[in-house]
């Protein structure tokens, strides 16, 4: 069983410390969804921002009127030109969602931190998290004590963080997506990634465009504050 560092004071949940050092098992308060209960596809981005290809990636999701969510990283935030990508995310009225503040395995991601980052550098709030990997057991803790959260998982993904077939993800994205579906995508890069081009993320999204609008479905952003509406 995997151990988790202790953590600092948690702004999602002020009551008590950020502890992610057990992996309980499965609990009726634990909110995690794969998937929504709605017509539509949920394309989320992970690990950015990311310079340019992010920039690009809100202009092709505004040419299509789509919405998407895009799950940040406390590494890609760096700099203020960051934290000005993402409020410029956020202003396009796609969503934010807590990628942790670190994504490394088997370490805590620090999701109180960067919340607390996310608000005074960005002013974002969010009480959507997912975890780097998508670590279940760095998710149940911040879920078990701060009702609140709701972590993301997905329900159709491409393995993007290496090169892509764009043929093979177009007969994959064919077969896979259904109303609800929530897709795993990549803008930015992950510390340690062996490949760290990720232009292929724009031909990917184009194609998922044109698939979800052959079968009738929009493309809408995560509600940041879902845990007010339930899965719909």
């Not at 502890?19 to 709605?38: K, L, V, W, Y």
């Not at 931190?113 to 998508?134: D, H, N, Q």
Request: proline fraction near 6%.
């Amino acid at each position: 069983m995997p151990r988790f560092k202790q953590g600092p004071r948690c702004a999602l949940d002020p009551a008590g410390p950020c502890r992610q050092d057990h992996c309980p098992g499965s609990q009726a308060d634990c909110r995690f969804i794969t998937r929504m209960d709605r017509n539509a596809l949920y394309l989320t981005y992970d690990d950015g921002p990311n310079g340019d290809t992010t920039l690009r990636l809100l202009d092709l999701l505004d040419r299509e009127n789509a919405h998407a969510t895009f799950f940040v990283s406390g590494e890609s935030m760096t700099t203020a030109s960051d934290a000005a990508i993402i409020r410029a995310t956020a202003a396009h009225h796609h969503t934010i969602g807590n990628h942790g503040l670190r994504h490394l395995p088997n370490v805590c991601p620090e999701f109180c931190t960067m919340a607390r980052r996310l608000w005074e550098e960005c002013s974002v709030a969010t009480t959507l998290i997912r975890p780097p990997f998508g670590s279940r057991c760095a998710a149940n803790n911040v879920l078990r004590t701060h009702r609140s959260a709701v972590g993301l998982g997905w329900s159709l993904a491409f393995s993007d963080w290496l090169p892509v077939d764009l043929d093979e993800a177009k007969a994959q994205a064919e077969a896979q997506v259904a109303p609800g579906t929530i897709v795993l995508l990549h803008d930015g890069v992950a510390p340690g990634s062996r490949y760290a081009d990720r232009s292929q993320v724009l031909p990917l999204t184009q194609l998922l465009v044109r698939v979800a609008r052959d079968q009738g479905l929009s493309l809408e952003s995560i509600p940041s504050d879902l845990h007010r509406y339930g899965n719909r």
